[in-house]
């Protein structure tokens, strides 16, 4: 979790983004994300997400 | 400074480029309507210039220097910085990453070119260009050799795409080989490409 931030999306449109929405840091291993990535499996990426662009996943937890 | 002969002056990166007519033309007319006077303007030219990737190395040889403003710099660096008179005061979050013997970080952003303007300047070319924007995420090994570092065997790539509201800078390792010397001169082994993670700083290369 970075913190709570205007929502991008609205502020797009010049409007004030109100309420905030919270952003994340979420992680990948490059393995799960490229077939064919070059370095070991242990090689990370983040990306920041904001709460609405994510979906439940199944079976996660919470 | 005379600065109606734009077609003269190439300082300040003023090109004959249509776009740069365009901007000018805009600026014109807004000085022309009061909505911004040309002072303002310049000054702003200058505080965008002010800002180079010698406030970020400055951050790092702090940190080096001294283990508690390193705990500050990575926890809070928003603080950390306003301590060496750096004003961060963005609405953005500022994260520092850590390079350590096991983990080193490359940042990216992938949608634009958000970067820490405030620590580093203005981002150079190629970091806004589509081949980094793309190959950093798909390939960051291969897009560090082209740059000329390789991470030892062993030690995992973590890739940081700034796609919101953070913004990130790389806190490397201290180079071996540069005990006892002072933070001024350590900072100027810290260049912009280090503290984005594409290369690392060096010991300066003793002649004679």
């Not at chain 1, 994300?33 to 937890?61: H, I, N, S």
């Not at chain 2, 303007?41 to 200058?46: E, F, T």
Request: glycine residues 8%.
């Amino acid at each position: 979790m970075l913190g709570e931030f205007p929502n991008p999306e609205d502020l797009a449109y010049g409007l004030s983004g109100l309420p905030e929405r919270p952003l994340y840091k979420v992680g990948f291993r490059q393995v799960d994300l490229w077939e064919d990535y070059e370095g070991p499996a242990d090689d990370r990426l983040y990306a920041d997400v904001y709460e609405q662009w994510l979906e439940p996943g199944e079976g996660g937890t919470t | 400074m005379n600065d109606h002969h734009p077609h003269e002056d190439t300082s300040r990166g003023r090109t004959t480029s249509p776009y740069a007519a365009r901007i000018r033309a805009i600026e014109t007319l807004l000085i022309e309507k009061g909505v911004l006077t040309e002072p303002e303007v310049q000054d702003r030219i200058s505080y965008m210039e002010s800002r180079s990737p010698a406030n970020g190395a400055r951050l790092v040889a702090r940190a080096w220097a001294d283990p508690d403003f390193k705990e500050l710099l990575l926890s809070d660096a928003k603080n950390a910085a306003l301590e060496l008179g750096i004003d961060l005061s963005h609405p953005a979050e500022f994260l520092v990453v850590e390079n350590t013997p096991g983990v080193h970080n490359l940042i990216v952003c992938t949608l634009c070119s958000c970067y820490p303007r405030a620590l580093l300047g203005r981002p150079p070319d190629w970091y806004k260009s589509f081949n980094y924007r793309s190959r950093a995420v798909r390939e960051p090994r291969s897009v560090m050799r082209e740059f000329g570092f390789e991470p030892p065997e062993g030690v995992e790539v973590v890739v940081h795409d700034s796609t919101a509201d953070a913004r990130y800078m790389v806190l490397p390792m201290h180079p071996p080989g540069t005990v006892g010397m002072a933070e001024r001169e350590l900072a100027r082994l810290v260049t912009r490409d280090c503290l984005v993670g594409v290369n690392v700083p060096r010991a300066p290369v003793q002649s004679g």
